[in-house]
């Protein structure tokens, strides 16, 4: 047989950087289709758990440690014979979980903020100054740093990922109604003698929805890998507890011995949160004028 034989590469088109080119050339509506798909399919996973997983996800099983994908373990089991697909499933709870519970609180605490701080001068210069402190704190080293002075529950881990995140939200807000408190029908209303409540929420935060439609999408990825961050280091839910980073924690020791223990839970958390920012793209594209314009 000639020796060529043997160094003769892949067409372009089964390459890794072939299969990425093609995903990367689908149509936008084909990509965010996709996207959506498999963030539905995840979310299906999570809502109906105890009718897809097979086993108790917390039950230990010491003469079960470490066994291969079987009939019995579809992914095999961790080292404390817990059924890893019962784990991965129950998993996606408490990521999705705290992804929209982070967005709603950032949102339900911010978008007040942002709205006082665009339209009072007094109020934006000391809030602000504020934010910027925030923001110069790491968010992970934020996190870390009200978990450990609290106890870790759920609750208190949804706090800690949105303290550092509240900025964001707050600047976003405040630079639409900066922006759009000089509209002229922001002020006809303020001749009009209109009560300062009616102009800040009946006509400067409609204004803010579509930009913070977005900022939520990218909020809520950013949530996910944080807890999921947080419990790999320790510092996040008990490891009793069936969280994606639980599971990847539990699992890197033994993870050349069977690479499942954290690959599964790691390819659905990266399916995750790259649906959500596909989505919070395209949502982005919808909403955004300028893009709007360029399509037609």
């Not at 997983?53 to 079987?70: C, F, G, N, V």
Request: proline content about 5%; charged content about 15%; hydrophobic content about 50%.
């Amino acid at each position: 047989m000639p020796t060529h034989l043997h160094t003769q590469e892949l067409p372009a088109r089964y390459s890794l950087h072939g299969l990425v080119t093609r995903l990367l050339r689908l149509r936008p509506r084909t990509t965010t289709l996709i996207a959506a798909t498999t963030l539905l399919l995840i979310v299906l996973m999570a809502l109906f758990a105890p009718l897809i997983a097979t086993q108790d996800p917390t039950a230990l099983s010491p003469t079960s440690r470490l066994e291969s994908m079987s009939a019995a373990h579809w992914l095999g089991t961790d080292a404390y014979g817990r059924d890893l697909f019962s784990r991965v499933v129950y998993g996606a709870q408490v990521s999705l979980a705290v992804g929209v519970g982070v967005a709603f609180l950032t949102v339900l605490i911010g978008l007040p903020l942002g709205l006082l701080a665009g339209y009072f001068r007094a109020i934006d210069a000391v809030l602000m100054r504020f934010m910027d402190g925030l923001m110069a704190i790491p968010g992970i080293l934020a996190a870390i740093a009200i978990v450990s002075l609290t106890s870790a529950n759920l609750w208190t881990l949804m706090i800690a990922i949105t303290v550092p995140e509240i900025p964001q939200i707050v600047r976003l807000v405040r630079s639409q109604v900066l922006a759009t408190r000089e509209e002229a029908f922001v002020e006809a209303a303020v001749l009009m003698s209109t009560p300062t409540r009616t102009i800040l929420w009946r006509h400067l935060m409609p204004n803010t929805f579509a930009p913070l439609i977005v900022q939520c999408t990218y909020v809520c990825a950013a949530a996910i890998l944080t807890e999921a961050t947080l419990s790999f280091l320790g510092v996040g839910l008990s490891s009793e507890i069936p969280t994606w980073g639980n599971i990847m924690s539990d699992g890197r020791t033994y993870f050349q011995l069977q690479p499942s223990l954290i690959f599964c839970a790691g390819l659905l958390l990266s399916l995750c949160i790259l649906s959500i920012n596909l989505l919070g793209d395209a949502a982005r594209d919808s909403l955004d004028p300028v893009m709007k314009r360029k399509e037609g």
